[in-house]
């Protein structure tokens, strides 16, 4: 199986739900943040090495058919490049909105460690590297900085991805617009709304 789908959006933008659709589209599974959380014994080491200009996609993304969400949306420029026929979904949202959701979720995740059990500390410290210091440059919490950020790596997409390949989404406009895109059948059931602000938070305070 060869990645068929590459989503470019940041997290909380509606990846997880766009996890499910695509899965329900019969273009999974669907690569998500998740997956590592599960799984982190092995898959934390394969994006530590992506990290380092090492990674093996092939093995990162076996048996996937898409991807979503953070780690893999920092790296979409080499992952298109290894999987050339891939079509690319920018899951989006008003920058001020994604702010508000990313700074009480995933932001406050990451400056409050003691949080999660100590198997996943090391998911933690990826996830991190990524999102706070290589994303934001250490800045996360500073919104008129992580908005600019948000913007200018939306522009960068849009100005990179050939129109015929990249589809601009936001979650609120359900199923047409990816349907069309990916030439699947409309699903007969409600496009997925899943992984709110409270799921997030309730996901994390779990005991491990």
């Known amino acids: 199986m060869s990645l068929q789908i590459v989503g470019a959006g940041f997290g909380r933008t509606g990846t997880h739900s766009l996890r499910e659709a695509l899965d329900t589209l019969g273009l999974g599974p669907c690569y998500h943040m998740i997956e590592i959380i599960q799984d982190p014994d092995r898959k934390v080491p394969q994006w530590v090495a992506a990290s380092e200009g090492k990674a093996d996609w092939d093995a990162i993304f076996e048996g996937y058919g898409s991807t979503v969400d953070w780690p893999s949306a920092a790296y979409w420029k080499e992952i298109l490049a290894h999987y050339p026929d891939a079509k690319v979904i920018l899951s989006t949202r008003p920058a001020e909105g994604w702010y508000d959701s990313f700074s009480e979720?995933?932001?406050?995740?990451?400056?409050?460690?003691?949080?999660?059990?100590?198997?996943?500390?090391?998911?933690?410290?990826?996830?991190?590297?990524?999102?706070?210091?290589?994303?934001?440059?250490?800045?996360?919490?500073?919104?008129?900085?992580?908005?600019?950020?948000?913007?200018?790596?939306?522009?960068?997409?849009?100005?990179?991805?050939?129109?015929?390949?990249?589809?601009?989404?936001?979650?609120?406009?359900?199923?047409?617009?990816?349907?069309?895109?990916?030439?699947?059948?409309?699903?007969?059931?409600?496009?997925?709304?899943?992984?709110?602000?409270?799921?997030?938070?309730?996901?994390?305070?779990?005991?491990?």
Not at 125 to 130: F, H
Not at 191 to 207: A, L
């Open 105 to 208: 979720t995933i932001a406050w995740l990451m400056a409050t460690p003691a949080t999660l059990p100590p198997h996943l500390q090391p998911w933690l410290t990826m996830a991190s590297d990524l999102v706070t210091k290589t994303t934001f440059g250490g800045r996360p919490t500073d919104r008129e900085h992580a908005i600019a950020v948000f913007n200018a790596y939306e522009a960068e997409v849009k100005a990179s991805v050939p129109p015929d390949r990249l589809l601009v989404f936001q979650a609120s406009e359900g199923w047409e617009p990816l349907c069309r895109f990916l030439d699947k059948p409309i699903p007969a059931t409600p496009y997925p709304r899943t992984n709110t602000k409270d799921d997030f938070i309730h996901r994390f305070k779990q005991p491990a």
